[in-house]
């Protein structure tokens, strides 16, 4: 049974469609992630669901049970639904302690004095912050603050957790680290955990599955964090979750050419029908080596437009008759097999993997 189940979900502002018949199943258990640009309506649809706000159409059903639905005027308050949920900003209070934070639920809740104190110094130890129980909110760091948040809306053990973007506030060390903390977490307790971010790394690391939304809500693409990234369902998705390069090919007698010149791609080309297709790799998928003596043999040649140390990576720009392309390679791997180019070098390329996405599609999807 899914833990959380949208159903035809609707929601505007005004004239500005958020999100249009909307449909969506998390499991029970499962840490599943919402990924998409800024402003593509990820905390609206939290909001949604958290009973923040309602939807102009559609149902809402939580653990089975439908907690809105605009046809028959079911429409649970948030504090029923049973949720913990850690926003954006994620305040915690200034003027309480750190017990005082994690506790608050529980005191609103009822809970007797010894039962309150038990969990909440067992939940703060879960998010590794004993022996802080009486710090203030300025006492501590914006890592320790966010463990806070989560560890207040963990302490009633709720059976879904709504995270909207927790980590956008810390820096890049802290934030590496929480990501796995969070997992960690969510497994101890099995708890199903629906979090949102535009972040592909953290999504990445973090979820069982997770969706990818385009800028005008739509979801593109459901699947595990390996199906998305190896078999991207179109170009937005690709494009998504990494650096990527897109080549233009045009049709010529048969062949497939490469950029806006005459050499032919040395690959299977695509399988299917449209006007024109466009090559899509990562710059990690780009193989490449000194010019062969003969042209062609399995590669294309370019130039070093731009050479960059990265320290561990080297990353160059190249250009293959007027399309540029990135590519990225260790440095020791370039030092050892002298791959170190200069700006202006001549080079070939070659690649690991590659995807095929029809141009016309491809200007349609644009980012
Ligand atoms: N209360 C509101 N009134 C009017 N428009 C709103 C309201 N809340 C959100 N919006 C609009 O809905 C769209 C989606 O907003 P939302 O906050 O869900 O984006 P997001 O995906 O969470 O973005 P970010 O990654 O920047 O947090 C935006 O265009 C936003 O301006
Ligand atoms: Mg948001």
């Excluded at 009973?51 to 079911?74: C, K, L, M, N, S």
Aim: glycine letters at 12%; a neutral charge; proline letters at 6%.
């Amino acid at each position: 049974m899914a833990d959380i189940r949208l159903e035809g979900v609707t929601k505007a502002y005004g004239s500005h469609r958020v999100h249009s018949d909307l449909n969506l199943a998390v499991n029970q258990g499962e840490c599943f992630t919402l990924l998409g640009p800024s402003g593509c309506g990820k905390t609206v649809m939290l909001r949604l669901i958290a009973g923040f706000e309602a939807p102009d159409a559609g149902r809402v059903a939580i653990g089975g049970t439908v907690v809105y639905d605009a046809g028959g005027g079911v429409n649970i308050p948030p504090d029923r639904r049973g949720l913990g949920v850690v926003f954006q900003d994620y305040a915690v209070w200034p003027h309480m302690t750190v017990f005082q934070n994690v506790a608050y639920p529980l005191k609103i809740a009822g809970w007797n004095p010894e039962e309150l104190k038990r969990r909440t110094l067992e939940t703060i130890a879960l998010v590794n912050m004993k022996g802080l129980e009486n710090r203030l909110p300025s006492e501590l760091s914006g890592g320790q603050q966010q463990r806070v948040a989560l560890a207040r809306a963990l302490a009633a053990r709720p059976s879904l957790m709504l995270l909207d973007e927790p980590l956008s506030n810390l820096d890049a060390n802290l934030r590496e680290e929480m990501r796995f903390e969070i997992k960690e977490i969510q497994g101890k307790l099995g708890v199903t955990v629906l979090y949102v971010t535009h972040d592909q790394e953290v999504a990445l690391v973090i979820s069982d599955r997770m969706a990818v939304m385009d800028g005008r809500g739509r979801i593109r693409q459901i699947g595990s964090p390996a199906e998305i990234y190896e078999n991207p369902a179109d170009a937005f998705v690709f494009g998504f979750m990494g650096v990527a390069n897109f080549l233009p090919t045009r049709s010529d007698g048969g062949k497939l050419l490469a950029g806006g010149g005459a050499q032919p791609i040395p690959w299977p080309g695509p399988e299917g029908k449209a006007e024109a297709w466009t090559a899509a790799f990562r710059p990690s998928d780009i193989v490449i080596s000194r010019p062969k003596p003969l042209p062609g043999a399995g590669c294309l040649s370019g130039v070093i437009r731009r050479a960059s140390f990265l320290g561990a990576m080297m990353d160059y720009l190249i250009d293959v008759d007027g399309a540029k392309i990135r590519a990225v390679l260790e440095t020791h791997e370039a030092m050892s097999r002298g791959l170190i180019f200069k700006e202006g070098e001549s080079c070939a390329v070659t690649f690991l993997n590659l995807h095929w996405f029809d141009s016309g599609a491809l200007k349609e999807t644009a980012i």
